[in-house]
Every structure is written in structure tokens, then in C-alpha cells.
């Protein structure tokens, strides 16, 4: 009787070849992944800059004057993640009357992009270090 053997297992090419696959697939994916996140987190201090305009203009309705982040109702100041630290100025000699201002606050590259974002009762947006950085898709 004649007995087969069979191979059973894989052979290190084929293991190398998969680990190179891998590879480029990571190569290609982390960096895309590391953009989607900055740019999220860059949406998400826009939005908490939107709606601390919004809250101040409803204070002030309210106050006739404008308040701090703790009048607003905010318990922190930091936004949802924690990547931007939020801060807002009132000053009634100001011609706009309040300036709030979301700071990045992570030591990595997405702070020489967008460090801060900066919007004001004029509803003037300003950013630095790029003066595009509301209106950037990246």
C-alpha cells in the first residue's frame, strides 16, 4: 500500500512573502490614518470654537456682557479628546468684545499646521501658523 505525505504547514517564503505584504499595506495605511486624525482633530476645535461664539453671543444677550468659560458652562478647557486647550478673552473696550482660542496642545507635527485657531465677536477666524488652516481640507 502506497501512503502519500502530505505537506502540511507553510514554508518560510510564503510566511516572508505575507510579512511583505504587510508591510507595504501598513506603509501605505498609517500615514493616511495620522492625516485623518489631524484633520479630525482639527474639526473637532473648530466646532468648539463655533459654539463658544455661540454661547458667548447668547450670554451676552442675557448679561449684556460677556463671560468666562466657567460662566458659559464649560467644566473644562480642553476640547472632547483633549488635543485642544481652550481659552476666551472679554475685554468690552474691544471693537469685537471677545476673543476665544483653541491651542494645540500635543508635541507633534500637526502643531507646525494648525497650533491654534482663534475666532472673535466680529466673527473674524484667524489661525496660525498657516492662515488657511479653517478652511483646509488637510
Known amino acids: 500500500m502506497q501512503m502519500r505525505k502530505y505537506m502540511h504547514g507553510v514554508t518560510l517564503m510564503e510566511l516572508m512573502i505575507?510579512?511583505?505584504?504587510?508591510?507595504i499595506l501598513t506603509a501605505i495605511a498609517f500615514p493616511n490614518y495620522r492625516e485623518f486624525v489631524a484633520r479630525?482633530?482639527?474639526a473637532e476645535a473648530k466646532a468648539a470654537l463655533l459654539k463658544?461664539?455661540?454661547?458667548?453671543?447668547?450670554?451676552?444677550?442675557?448679561?449684556?456682557?460677556?463671560?468666562s468659560l466657567a460662566e458659559l458652562g464649560y467644566s473644562s478647557d480642553?476640547?472632547?479628546?483633549?488635543?485642544?486647550?481652550l481659552t476666551v478673552a472679554a475685554n468690552p473696550s474691544w471693537a469685537v468684545n471677545f476673543r476665544a482660542q483653541a491651542t494645540y496642545n500635543v508635541a507633534d507635527n500637526e502643531g507646525t499646521k494648525c497650533l491654534w485657531f482663534r475666532i472673535d465677536g466680529g466673527a473674524t477666524k484667524t489661525s496660525y501658523p498657516y492662515t488657511d488652516c479653517w478652511t483646509r481640507k488637510n
Open 18 to 23: 505575507v510579512v511583505v505584504i504587510i508591510g
Open 40 to 42: 479630525a482633530k482639527r
Open 52 to 67: 463658544l461664539a455661540t454661547s458667548q453671543e447668547k450670554f451676552y444677550l442675557q448679561n449684556s456682557r460677556f463671560g
Open 78 to 85: 480642553q476640547t472632547e479628546t483633549g488635543a485642544y486647550t
